[in-house]
């Protein structure tokens, strides 16, 4: 039976004990498993049972027993665009509606699963649940994604997310016309308070700096296109920092609405990284998927580039 055996380390403030391990097991097990282990007395705090929403702080010490799970990475005939492949990585053109790797809830169909499928050489240096994974991109975000085959390659890659040389740009779609022809959100964020699946621009001691850039490439009237570059990398960055600014994107029901017919506007249409092996600057870019162009209002004036 898999079991934990771990001494807290230094937290911003105390947290809830399955909040903590829901955090630290994120890629194995879901909240819903903690608390029902924890429940069950399971899993002990400092060698004593406790309630999952007991705080923990640092120096404290969580050991136990986690229920047995079968492994979810079981190796699926999933179709994949590759565009690119070489002995020390992959670039992917994910569609919309794919889980990257396995989680709870999605237990198969996966990008991962696609991978293993294909018979890929892949890194372990993410984890044991995202082999050959450096970044991810929201289920229902489409475009381009890096995958590295080898341990080296992985940070290599990782780094120069770390350092910012790594580029990102998304190809977005949002409510309302947006005021300046570019613009810079630096704005910091943390999980939702009340709504454990959103994130939020926050003040709180836990929220991670953020900057967003993005410009106008085309105006619309009650919509506008914009072309998104992220500097850092929160989860959902871009979706809070556009809601927060007024202009959710269109299709996004967590952070705006969705309305019949439409997907997520958003895009990773390009990336820009330094090879690992080669050490040259690597750029490759992907086209609106075609259920992405079918949202785009007809007409409106182009915007100065």
């Not at 044991?128 to 450096?134: C, S």
Request: charge should be positive; include cysteine.
């Amino acid at each position: 039976m898999p079991s934990i055996d771990r001494d807290v380390g230094k937290l911003p403030v105390p947290r809830r004990l399955d909040a903590y391990l829901a955090d630290v097991l994120r890629d194995r097990y879901s909240r819903r498993e903690i608390t029902a282990a924890i429940r069950s007395g399971g899993i002990l705090l400092n060698g004593q049972r406790a309630k999952p929403k007991v705080l923990v702080n640092e120096g404290d010490r969580i050991c136990g027993d986690l229920p047995f799970r079968e492994s979810a990475l079981r190796p699926e005939d999933i179709p994949l665009p590759v565009i690119y492949e070489d002995e020390w990585l992959l670039v992917v053109d994910k569609p919309a509606g794919m889980v990257v790797h396995p989680g709870a809830g999605n237990k198969r169909g996966t990008l991962v699963q696609a991978l293993l499928g294909k018979g890929s050489a892949l890194s372990t240096a993410g984890g044991a649940m995202r082999p050959g994974i450096v970044h991810r991109l929201d289920k229902d975000t489409s475009g381009l994604l890096l995958v590295a085959k080898n341990n080296f390659s992985h940070r290599f890659l990782q780094s120069q997310f770390a350092s910012r040389r790594l580029k990102k740009t998304y190809a977005v779609l949002v409510r309302g016309d947006v005021p300046y022809e570019e613009g810079h959100v630096d704005k910091p964020i943390a999980r939702h308070p009340k709504v454990r699946r959103k994130m939020a621009v926050s003040d709180s001691p836990r929220a991670r700096s953020a900057q967003t850039f993005y410009r106008v490439v085309k105006r619309f009237g009650k919509a506008t296109f914009l072309e998104a570059r992220p500097l850092t990398g929160r989860t959902h960055q871009i979706r809070v920092h556009l809601a927060y600014l007024g202009h959710p994107i269109a299709g996004d029901e967590l952070y705006g609405t969705r309305k019949e017919g439409e997907r997520l506007a958003l895009h990773a249409s390009a990336i820009e990284f330094v090879h690992p092996k080669t050490r040259k600057v690597m750029r490759f870019e992907s086209p609106l998927p075609d259920d992405f162009k079918k949202m785009l209002p007809e007409g409106g004036p182009s915007a100065k580039r």
